[in-house]
């Protein structure tokens, strides 16, 4: 139940991102983003604290350390990331959106993958808290110098004294009023809610289950690889062919990529590679679902309304914080949920929640409906096209065995 709630307070401070719409437009956005970016790095100070803290200190004032640090940072972090989307959209042509967000991804994403196998090898098998000393340190230079290239990024001059003052109430207003911002919203959420419910508690679910701390990282590095792997293929999909297909495929696929974590049991050499499995579809699949809705996002919303572009990561991030604190509190009254059906099938919570999360993909496959565009090209046609040239090889790899079985046919 810490961690829905932890969860919750890391995310919730995202909600800051209103009060700076309007200074995007006055001050703009580069300037508002390179402050507040090099701020979140200066306020995740007290995490070099922790250590000290987890050693010294009671549990309960530990953990709330931790949580309001975390909620500092994010904070600091949503001020600033009102300019992100908006900037982006000010240098980025639409024809090029998928294959450039699929480029961006795979370079931060292949960061990550190794910011992860690192501290897994520091953290090693027992870490200690020096260790994570050590990883907390790091993390404090590398948010310092993630703000450095901002000041060197370029947009569109801000509009000082053209930009009517409007209250947050009215910007809300207009972008619900909008049917095209409220389809596409309402399928972030369904979407957003369904692929992070049960995140925070699969690390929990390892570590139960005896994996280290060090398999743990190193499996969650999995979704790196899977981004990295996948991104360019999803990129071009999109500019070739739309979104739609993308999002019906993805459907399907993190629906079976959640399911299947019920299967998961104790640390086992084939436990690990089953682990590291399901972490690696679950990326590939919600690699190519949120590079189509960015895709879909940029293309969606005008220039001229570049806060629905806030408005949107906003909801995304509101659905983040809520569901899996609904989850940890489902956890939390199914905990004493333990029988075998059968004899073959266990039942428990987790079990029950990776169930009910996969089936509630179905909401947002239904609501995708309605964020179709007239050059989007139909899902079979798409998959055929994808799997074209795997059969085309197949094909003529297996030609001269055909040929030769034939002619000892024939002599035969």
Excluded at 52 to 63: C, D, G, H, K, V
Excluded at 330 to 353: A, E, K, M, P
Excluded at 367 to 393: G, M, N
């Amino acid at each position: 139940m810490f961690l829905g709630i932890f969860n919750f307070v890391s995310v919730a401070p995202f909600i800051l991102c209103l009060f700076t719409m309007s200074a995007i437009e006055k001050q703009g956005k580069i300037k508002i983003l390179f402050l507040w970016r090099s701020l979140s790095a200066v306020f995740a100070i007290p995490f070099l604290f922790l250590p000290f803290a987890a050693e010294w200190w009671p549990q309960w004032a530990a953990l709330l350390l931790l949580a309001a640090a975390n909620s500092l940072r994010n904070g600091a972090t949503a001020i600033g990331s009102t300019g992100w989307f908006p900037l982006l959209q000010d240098i980025i042509p639409l024809r090029y959106t998928g294959r450039f967000f699929a480029k961006l991804r795979i370079s931060w994403q292949a960061a990550s993958l190794i910011c992860l196998i690192i501290s897994a090898v520091i953290l090693g098998t027992d870490p200690n808290w020096f260790r994570f000393e050590i990883l907390f340190a790091f993390a404090l230079v590398g948010g310092i110098v993630m703000a450095v290239p901002i000041a060197g990024m370029v947009e569109k001059p801000a509009q000082i004294e053209t930009t009517p003052a409007i209250s947050i109430y009215s910007r809300i207003k207009e972008f619900w009023g909008d049917e095209s911002m409220r389809n596409y919203t309402l399928y972030v959420i369904a979407y957003m809610a369904a692929s992070t419910a049960i995140e925070p508690f699969k690390v929990k679910l390892l570590s139960d289950r005896g994996y280290s701390y060090g398999f743990i990282l190193a499996g969650t590095a999995m979704v790196g690889v899977g981004a990295v792997i996948s991104l360019a293929f999803w990129g071009t999909l999109a500019d070739k062919f739309g979104n739609r297909a993308i999002f019906g495929i993805s459907h399907i696929g993190m629906m079976l990529s959640t399911v299947t974590w019920v299967f998961v049991g104790k640390n086992s050499t084939a436990g690990m590679v089953f682990v590291m499995l399901l972490y690696f579809s679950w990326s590939v699949f919600n690699s190519g679902n949120t590079l189509a809705q960015t895709n879909y996002m940029l293309r969606a919303v005008p220039p001229s309304r570049q806060n629905h572009l806030t408005l949107i990561s906003l909801a995304k991030y509101l659905a983040t914080a809520v569901t899996p604190l609904v989850a940890s509190l489902f956890l939390g009254f199914s905990s004493n949920l333990n029988f075998t059906l059968g004899g073959i099938v266990q039942i428990n919570g987790y079990n029950i929640l990776f169930a009910m999360t996969a089936l509630s993909f179905i909401i947002p496959h239904l609501l995708s409906k309605h964020l179709r565009a007239r050059t989007d090209r139909p899902t079979v046609y798409v998959i055929h096209h994808a799997i074209r040239p795997i059969f085309d090889t197949l094909v003529y790899v297996t030609r001269p065995i055909k040929s030769l079985t034939h002619k000892h046919n024939s002599k035969g």
